[in-house]
């Protein structure tokens, strides 16, 4: 079946001026990296492409056609000099209030390729910039990518979106953990402990990676299962997020935190090993034991397979974990980077 890439144009392609309209060349300038990544996307997938753009008044005195063409033509151009052709052009040219059925978020203008058995929609993809393309993806039935990045809206096209969801119940722990690595920071953590979830969100955070943790665990008896097997399971989701590593950066390191010096460094080279070198001379912090830290990336490495090597130094003892778990997050932001343009296995093996 076809798939169809439904493609924006103002503040996607081109960037989108005050006033709303393109109707100058002085005005036009084009989004960075969307030439390259077109391109990319063009010669490396099989997508239809089709331009679907509100343009609103255009014919009217507000926004003569004579000064639209010319400037419409010449992106067109520009983009054909480079392989990116597009094999529709939709333009609706009603205002808001006129409420046009062929007006973006409404659908009027694509529903032949909603009703052709031939197309793919639930695979196929809008790009744009506005909530209003959105919801239109909403209403085609297809997925939405928002531009804030073209090599992020290439990297997705290409190499897929890296989310994993692990559920892992136990007699003392009931977990489920859900991880998108493209993400952008936002956290959903509940573990019974606020200490941990505290220190959990600074990798959703600090990582950019969106991640939801439900833990309900024996805390009556004590805070070690619960922390152990969220860990195990933390880790088994980042495994299975990552795929087949290809692309990846593999490698990541370090921060200091008032007082405390930091430094994580890991390897997703498939090997778990865990050298910890950090030493807490408070029993709990919040309520979690300070015994349990080793255990945690313990059985995180082991279950992400990654090599982690772990040093702390200094005095307060709430920054040193802290500064511990935003190193990790970093290191993992930086491991988990994906390069489509090199898209092979960081390895001489051919295999991670």
Not at 174 to 181: F, N, P, S, T
Not at 327 to 334: D, P, T
Request: overall charge negative.
């Amino acid at each position: 079946m076809k798939r169809l890439l439904f493609i924006d144009r103002d503040g996607t392609i081109i960037e989108e001026p005050a006033d709303e309209q393109i109707d100058s060349f002085e005005k036009l300038k084009f989004v960075e990296g969307a030439i390259r990544n077109l391109v990319f996307i063009r010669q490396r997938l099989d997508f239809e492409f089709v331009m679907v753009s509100n343009q609103d008044g255009l014919g009217t005195d507000s926004f003569p056609e004579d000064t639209f063409w010319p400037v419409h033509n010449f992106i067109l151009q520009t983009l054909k000099g480079e392989g990116v052709e597009f094999d529709e052009i939709l333009i609706d040219p009603h205002f808001p209030e006129d409420h046009a059925p062929t007006r973006k978020p409404n659908t009027g203008l694509v529903e032949k390729y909603m009703s052709n058995p031939e197309y793919d929609i639930a695979n196929s993809y809008v790009i744009g910039d506005r909530d209003t393309d959105r919801q239109f993806a909403e209403n085609i039935g297809c997925k939405f990518l928002q531009i804030g990045s073209w090599d992020k809206v290439a990297e997705t096209l290409f190499a897929g979106e890296r989310y994993a969801e692990v559920k892992r119940t136990t007699k003392e722990t009931d977990i489920e953990i859900k991880v998108c690595l493209d993400g952008t920071g936002k956290c959903d953590i509940s573990t019974g402990l606020g200490f941990f979830d505290h220190m959990l969100e600074q990798i959703g955070k600090h990582g950019m990676m969106d991640l939801t943790i439900h833990t309900k665990g024996d805390l009556e008896v004590d805070e070690h299962h619960t922390i152990e097997d969220t860990a195990i399971a933390l880790g088994e989701c980042f495994l299975k997020a990552l795929g087949d590593k290809r692309g990846i950066e593999r490698y990541g390191y370090c921060l200091p935190m008032d007082d405390c010096l930091c430094s994580v460094a890991l390897d997703f080279g498939g090997r778990p090993w865990l050298v910890w070198d950090a030493e807490f001379r408070r029993e709990k912090i919040g309520e979690m034991p300070t015994e349990m830290f080793l255990h945690f990336f313990k059985s995180l490495s082991d279950a992400a397979k990654m090599n982690l090597n772990i040093k702390a130094e200094g005095t307060n003892e709430h920054h040193k974990i802290e500064g511990i778990f935003k190193a990790l997050a970093r290191a993992l932001k930086m491991a988990v980077r994906r390069d489509i343009y090199h898209y092979e296995l960081p390895s001489t093996k051919g295999m991670l």
